[in-house]
């Protein structure tokens, strides 16, 4: 069994975790589209297309970790001269570079043609298809380069041999500062949509925060670049950028698929609701009459005695004082008005 230091732990146990996360967070946006019959839509192709380079981004960080001696800095790799196994941790790290830019541009592609598919003004549309253009290019610019790190190319994971190599720390710096740019261009473009609508603050607020709960993203991003970043290097930190890439690309496409489970919540609200009323219905129905004789309390009730009439009105009285105020006024027949039942009856006075 291959040892995992803490550095190769960290990244698979957050791998797992996230993975999770992100799938379970696609499996409940494609359940509500079974539930509301919804039409398929391109926003959910591209939400199913990032949590597929997600999971193959796991597949191959899996693979550098187990084959590539557990996840070890490329420092450490070329001052003790590790160039065997290792080699493999390093391809994996090139390969992810690839996915990852693929999955953060769908996840953000995802989010915007949910956004125009919600709101229909023309302007708006504008905007978010121009922000689309931008982050296509983001990902564009960002595959060529990462896939070129280095004239040759294998000395990417063959560090001894001659070439040259751009450096790794800017590259990163600068791609991360526009990642997180574009994600908080695409936070608050529906928040002046929602303000501008027709209906109660309330649902306003409730609108809004299900879209700014996407600002974590910003968060597990700005964190990401901060301890990822090396000042001074021409390397990045590979094992945290691991760590904190699967923590915002599970995070990302958890926030992208939240906006569409309204309708799901509301149905299970609905039939939940149903289920509890048909089960306060069954038990109401075995449920004994209150209409019980009690025992004699009056002179009056010597052939039968009734304690109450069960008026669903609330507004029932006792028949044994309605009996009582007969026997004051020694009427044999009389009626008796109880909320809204007027019952007549004969009470034998004994």
């Known amino acids: 069994m291959v040892h995992l230091n803490p550095d190769g732990k960290r990244s698979l146990g957050s791998g797992i975790a996230f993975t999770f996360v992100a799938s379970v967070a696609v499996g409940l946006r494609l359940l509500t589209k079974v539930y509301t ?19 193959a981004w796991m597949g191959v960080e899996f693979w550098g970790i187990f084959a590539g001696g557990g996840g070890v800095n490329i420092e450490v790799i070329v001052i003790e001269q590790q160039f065997g196994t290792l080699q493999n941790y390093i391809k994996s790290l090139y390969v992810l570079d690839a996915i990852y830019a ?5 996840t953000k592609l995802s989010i915007l043609y949910l956004y125009r598919r919600i709101f229909s003004v023309q302007r708006f549309r504008q905007i978010s298809f121009a922000v689309a253009a931008v982050c296509v290019l983001w990902w564009l610019i960002f595959t060529i380069i990462a896939m070129n790190p280095c004239r040759p190319v294998k000395k990417f994971w063959q560090p001894q041999i001659e070439g040259h190599c751009y450096n790794f720390d800017e ?8 990642d997180v740019v574009l994600d908080a261009v695409i936070l608050a473009l529906p928040i002046k949509m929602i303000l501008g609508l027709q209906m109660s603050y309330r ?22 670049t901060a301890l990822v970043y090396v000042p001074h290097s021409t390397n990045i930190n590979f094992t945290q950028g691991e760590l904190w890439t699967n923590i915002h690309l599970g995070t990302a496409i958890l926030c992208a698929s939240l906006p569409t489970y309204p309708p799901l919540f509301s149905h299970l609200a609905t039939f939940s609701s149903s289920v509890f009323s048909q089960f306060r219905s069954l038990f109401g129905t075995l449920r004994p009459s209150k209409a019980t004789p009690s025992p004699a309390s009056s002179a ?6 009734y304690d109450q009439l069960d008026d669903p009105t609330g507004e029932g009285k006792p028949l044994r004082e309605a009996a009582a105020r007969q026997g004051e006024s020694r009427s044999p027949e009389a009626a008796w008005e109880m909320g809204r039942i007027v019952v007549k009856s004969t009470v034998d006075i004994v």
Not at 171 to 178: D, E, H, I, R, Y
């Open 300 to 305: 009056y009730s010597g052939h039968k005695q």
């Open 102 to 106: 693929l999955t953060v541009t769908a």
């Open 37 to 55: 019959k919804a039409t398929w839509l391109p926003d959910d192709s591209w939400a199913v297309l990032s949590l597929v380079a997600l999971l």
């Open 171 to 178: 590259f990163f710096l600068g791609a991360a500062v526009a």
């Open 203 to 224: 649902r306003k607020f409730m609108l809004c925060f299900v879209f700014l709960v996407g600002g974590f993203v910003i968060i597990t991003g700005v964190v990401r």
